[in-house]
């Protein structure tokens, strides 16, 4: 560690490191536009100048790595001027976009102008003309007149997704950011260039002209889009959510999340079921809540009088809290059951898409709810042997593929919880209501065995969790249950007791970042027999 | 602020005062709440301090903090012509203060509407009862947590209203009419 | 006035004490036509003696504290609007002077001026409110319409400076909406004397009127240390002759500049405390015509961008200025953090803001001490053993204006 002293103030700051991360990571607030904690040093926006004592010019801190002793001042009117003049020609030719501009509320250029900027420009000539609302890519926009050439986005393109899309054409005044003839931005990451743009020169079609940051409740959680957890933001307004944003975590994603994920948020706000559904006589009907886990436990308790008539098909979507809560169920209220984990697997990458689809199949398997039986249960529909399949998610669907309809209609009982209108739910006779990742507090495994936590952004109302379903199921078999009712707090500290990998493992504990239960990263293993 | 009031406070060094500070040309003094009514009545008495008027009373919620809140009374001398803020803490476990009303007989209604607004006991006040809402309301709205939309319980005519004087109207819109 | 139940009786006849009975209970209020805001006053009757009253506020409570720290610091401005609504423009001055003195700025002269002179409207149509209704409510109709009429005049006043009679939004953070109309000077002029003339009729109608003087002569009586000790302020102070003004005692705006003297009363009766009022009235004039007299020439608003839009002109054509008016208006001004109390000198009394900010655009709290409110607190210790006529002119002198009471 070295010692440096910051506007009077003695600084403990790791050694060989650049002085920018450094003071940003104390808290401090130093402006920047080209410097990005996960791209190389580009220093060509000179807005991090500040000044170090012995050195005859300002220098930018981005580039200049700490040295013991070394004093520092960010506030002299040296580095005022310097601001002042950066900003002013960076002014000179933005356009007065900010009332249509996106960006507007998350803005650094309009945050830095009014911290440090002048009050006024100079200059009198007319802007530059360039073009508006470029279509570079299927999920992105851009404005040429808006960029600052900070480069962030050409890094981005060059570095992380390596595949080159973006680049600087021209020199000077005519400088602008654009892509190459036939090659738009359309690699799977592409929003995250809208993430990074300080400006609103690259923007996300999705969010475009949709809703006004400040109006944004932002709740952090996790995407539901693979196994890979990405940390994200969720940003709510008028009770829906409007977009995703990804979080910072060093452990899992950096500071990226790939589109499919962040577009991934749709299903919440449309099509959803809210009510339970019951099937009588050809026609579908909603009753209410105590009729409907009535219905389901007696259903439920008749097969599983029978050995084997019964078959749990486990959404790998529900929380560590939830399966563990169906666990029990099982356990004790179903035991004669079969049951298996309903797993997804597709297209993988080198960079965070991961091949297990589904939000928490691992933690799934770590509570040992995975048993690898999935196809021996279709056989056993189609024997006529089970007649009964209780599945707590719609994924059975995609898994089981076109045969699906085929197999569910041989049912005598399908209990099904869905979140959304989905083909299942027309063939099942009873339907439960299902919450999706946004509505509940919970936990999810990722792929390498890390836990992190998932909270309510938006508000279910009276609406029971899948957890809350799985306790008063169980009630209704006369099951004893270890916790008073359904609370995902408790539901942790049950699961920290009875699995040792999770033995650390507690809310609090927890924090925005998750924790590891791993020794190592174990990518999870494909399930051979699962078709897709 | 006055320089005069600046020198007396430090002359006098009262006990029970924890710090004297200036903020923006104003003089805010930390009191602790056992010495309150004692400091409150020097002031008020002291001829170099001179506070005969109780400008006001009130109370700020900083949750997270301890204490949680700060009641806050503002005082002004007439004769010399100087004002001064007092502070004292109250925890959230146990919001107690003692009342100032044997000091100045003015504090009443406004400890009443610090105890409504934020539910600061005052202890020794002749008649704590809240002032600005009514009886039955639930909870006491100028703390951080007590969201601006909730909505309070429907205070129906049963629950105020005593039995007998039920019957009676019962009796007298049979034999009158409905209006009663 | 005369006392039926205390002294000497006639022979044969049995005094009021010894008849039995109770003390007739009394709600007086909330909704009372002879109480100008909404009040309810529990008394306790023995006959017309009042033994016990319980004066009960709030009905008018809107949640004001809430409501600014709910919203930006501008946004608070129509809220004080609505606190004394019968002078709104002070309301307005003395929050702006607050936040100001938060920020650390102050507004150019003219910007001074003005507010003065729109504060001094304010009182006087906050004065023949009082007197208008308080006469009404002793059943002079006459008196109370041409007060009225006066009030209107104040009030075409209000509506050239910012558009609105009552709720006037008049005064922002470092300046004022806008400037005063072309001949503005020579309407107000043109308004105080007409409604100084009507005003004179008023007087001449209840000064010397005996039914006016036996209602208020002599009644609502309180000491000055009674007052004292309640922290009452304002006509009701002075006219029990203790001489707290804070235009002259901790001058703001221009007070200081200005030559007004502030009339002191002998006994502290309604009487004196009506009589206080009209020579307040009379000051008032005095101030807003020498006012004009020296209204300089210059900017109302002070240039700091932190706290101040800037010129629409500019803000459609030039980068700096629109970024600037985003931030202000999406986030609001951000005073620095701390607290801070600002005192002025409103119709009724000390009008305070007491405002702490943490730094945001928020205020963490925005506290209005209300004159009405400690002024209503002495009036149970008026009436008490007064007979129930008196609750009256007591009420009316007092003046309790609802909204700046219960906020």
Not at chain 1, 199 to 223: I, N, P, Q, Y
Not at chain 3, 246 to 271: A, C, E, H, M, S
Request: hydrophobic share 40%; with cysteine; glycine share 8%.
């Amino acid at each position: 560690m070295a010692n440096i002293t910051v506007d009077g103030t003695p600084l403990e700051v790791p050694d060989g490191s650049m002085l920018l991360p450094a003071l940003l990571d104390h808290g401090l607030q130093v402006p920047h536009y080209c410097y990005h904690p996960k791209l190389s040093i580009d220093g060509s926006c000179r807005m991090c100048m500040v000044k170090v004592e012995g050195m005859p010019k300002l220098t930018i801190s981005c580039n200049t790595p700490v040295r013991d002793g070394m004093v520092i001042d960010t506030q002299s009117p040296e580095v005022v001027n310097a601001r002042h003049g950066v900003l002013e020609l960076l002014l000179v030719n933005h356009p007065l976009d900010c009332p249509i501009c996106d960006q507007a509320g998350e803005c650094y250029l309009q945050d830095y102008s009014f911290e440090y900027g002048t009050r006024e420009g100079q200059s009198t000539e007319p802007r530059r003309k360039l073009l508006k609302r470029v279509d570079v890519g299927p999920r992105v926009v851009l404005d040429q007149e808006r960029c600052i050439l900070c480069r962030r986005c050409v890094r981005f393109c060059s570095e992380i997704t390596e595949t080159r899309e973006l680049a600087v054409f021209n020199l000077g005044d005519e400088s602008r950011i654009d892509t190459f003839p036939d090659e738009p931005l359309a690699n799977d990451y592409s929003i995250c260039t809208a993430d990074i743009c300080p400006v609103g020169a690259l923007l996300s079609k999705d969010f475009h002209h949709k809703m006004r940051v400040w109006f944004l409740d932002e709740t952090e959680s996790v995407c539901p889009g693979c196994s890979n957890g990405c940390n994200v933001k969720v940003g709510v307004a008028r009770r829906e959510v409007q977009r995703l944003l990804p979080r910072r975590n060093d452990a899992v994603n950096d500071t990226w999340m790939c589109d499919h994920g962040r577009l991934g948020y749709r299903f919440v706000n449309e099509a959803r079921v809210r009510e339970p559904q019951v099937r009588r006589d050809g026609a579908v009907g909603e009753i209410g809540w105590e009729a409907a886990l009535d219905e389901a436990a007696a259903r439920l308790k008749t097969l599983g009088a029978a050995e084997g008539a019964l078959a749990v098909i486990v959404s790998p979507h529900l929380t560590n809290e939830e399966l563990f809560m169906l666990r029990e169920l099982i356990a004790q209220g179903l035991q004669t059951a079969r049951f298996d984990v309903a797993l997804q697997f597709g297209a993988a990458d080198e960079l965070l898409i991961k091949e297990d689809k589904a939000a928490n199949g691992r933690g799934a398997r770590d509570l040992g709810l995975v048993t690898g039986t999935l196809e021996e249960i279709a056989a056993g529909i189609e024997a006529g042997a089970i007649r009964g399949l209780y599945a707590t998610g719609t994924d059975l669907w995609e898994v089981w593929g076109p045969r699906s309809a085929a197999l569910l209609a041989r049912l005598e009982t399908l209990i099904v919880h869905a979140t959304n209108a989905h083909p299942i739910v027309e063939l099942a006779h009873l339907v439960l209501p299902g919450l999706t990742f946004a509505e509940k507090r919970g936990t999810f495994t990722n792929v390498a065995g890390r836990v992190q936590r998932i909270d309510r952004a938006l508000d279910p109302g009276s609406q029971l969790s899948d957890g809350e379903i799985f306790f008063a199921l169980a009630h209704r078999l006369g099951a004893k249950l270890s916790t008073p009712r359904f609370d995902p707090t408790l539901m942790l500290q049950e699961i920290a007791r009875a699995v040792p990998t999770y033995a650390q493992v507690s809310w609090q504990a927890l924090g925005g970042g998750g924790l590891p239960t791993a020794e190592r990263e174990v990518a999870a293993p494909v399930n051979a027999e699962a078709e897709g | 602020m006055s320089q005069s009031l600046v020198t007396a406070l430090a002359s006098q060094a009262l006990e029970g005062i924890v710090e004297v500070a200036e903020s923006r040309g104003e003089l805010v003094v930390r009191v602790l709440p056992v010495a309150l009514v004692e400091v409150c009545t020097t002031l008020r008495d002291d001829p170099a301090f001179a506070f005969d008027f109780l400008m006001d009373v009130t109370a700020v919620d900083y949750p997270g903090r301890e204490p949680r809140f700060e009641v806050v009374y503002h005082l002004y001398s007439l004769k010399l012509n100087h004002r001064v803020r007092l502070k004292v803490g109250a925890s959230e476990a146990s919001p107690h203060v003692p009342s100032v009303t044997p000091v100045w007989r003015g504090a009443n209604w406004l400890e009443r509407e610090t105890y409504d607004m934020y539910g600061i006991q005052f202890d020794g006040h002749p008649d704590l009862r809240r002032i600005y809402l009514y009886e039955e309301f639930e909870g006491h709205p100028l703390r951080k947590d007590y969201p601006k939309e909730k909505r309070q319980p429907l205070v129906t005519r049963a629950d105020v209203e005593p039995a007998q004087q039920r019957r009676q109207r019962e009796r007298d819109s049979e034999r009158y009419g409905r209006w009663q | 006035m005369s006392d039926t139940d205390a002294g000497s009786k006639a022979p044969g006849t049995v005094g009021l004490d010894e008849l039995h009975g109770e003390p007739l209970e009394l709600q007086m209020g909330p909704s009372h036509p002879a109480t100008h805001g909404t009040v309810r006053i529990s008394l306790k009757l023995h006959g017309e003696r009042i033994l016990w009253s319980d004066v009960q506020v709030g009905y008018l409570h809107r949640g004001f504290e809430k409501e600014c720290e709910a919203g930006e610091y501008a946004q608070a401005i129509p809220y004080t609007d609505r606190l004394n609504y019968a002078s709104p423009i002070i309301n307005n001055v003395g929050y702006c002077l607050a936040v100001e003195k938060l920020f650390g700025v102050e507004v150019p002269p003219r910007g001074q001026y003005l507010r003065t002179i729109a504060s001094e409207i304010s009182r006087l149509s906050d004065h023949f409110t009082c007197l208008g209704a308080g006469a009404m409510e002793l059943a002079a109709m006459t008196p109370f319409l041409y007060c009225m009429q006066a009030r209107e005049h104040m009030w075409d006043l209000h509506e050239a400076l910012c558009g609105a009679r009552v709720t006037t939004n008049y005064v922002r953070i470092g300046g004022l909406q806008s400037d005063a109309p072309e001949g503005f000077a020579a309407l107000c002029r043109e308004k105080l004397a007409a409604a100084l003339a009507i005003f004179a009729d008023v007087e001449r109608m209840l000064t010397e009127n005996p039914i006016f003087r036996d209602r208020l002569e002599g009644t609502g009586i309180a000491s000055a240390e009674t007052l004292i000790a309640y922290g009452v302020t304002g006509p009701l102070l002075r006219a029990a002759g203790v001489p707290l003004d804070l235009r002259r005692t901790q001058p703001y705006l221009v007070y200081d500049q200005l030559d007004f003297d502030v009339p002191i009363g002998k006994t502290g009766d309604n009487y004196d405390r009506y009589l206080v009022r009209v020579e307040e009235i009379r000051q008032s004039v005095r101030i807003i015509e020498q006012a004009l007299a020296a209204l300089p020439d210059g900017p109302i608003d002070v240039d700091d961008p932190r706290l101040r839009l800037p010129p629409k002109g500019r803000v459609f054509n030039r980068m700096e200025e629109l970024i600037d008016q985003f931030k202000l208006v999406t986030e609001g001004a951000r005073p620095p953090a701390g607290e801070v109390y600002q005192a002025v000198e409103g119709a009724n009394g000390e009008l305070g803001f007491y405002i702490v900010s943490n730094g945001s655009g928020r205020p963490w709290k925005c506290r209005c001490r209300s004159p009405s409110f400690s002024n209503t607190q002495v009036l149970g210790e008026m009436v008490q053993g007064a007979l129930l006529a008196d609750v009256v002119p007591t009420f009316d002198m007092i003046n309790m204006i609802g909204g700046e009471c219960d906020r």
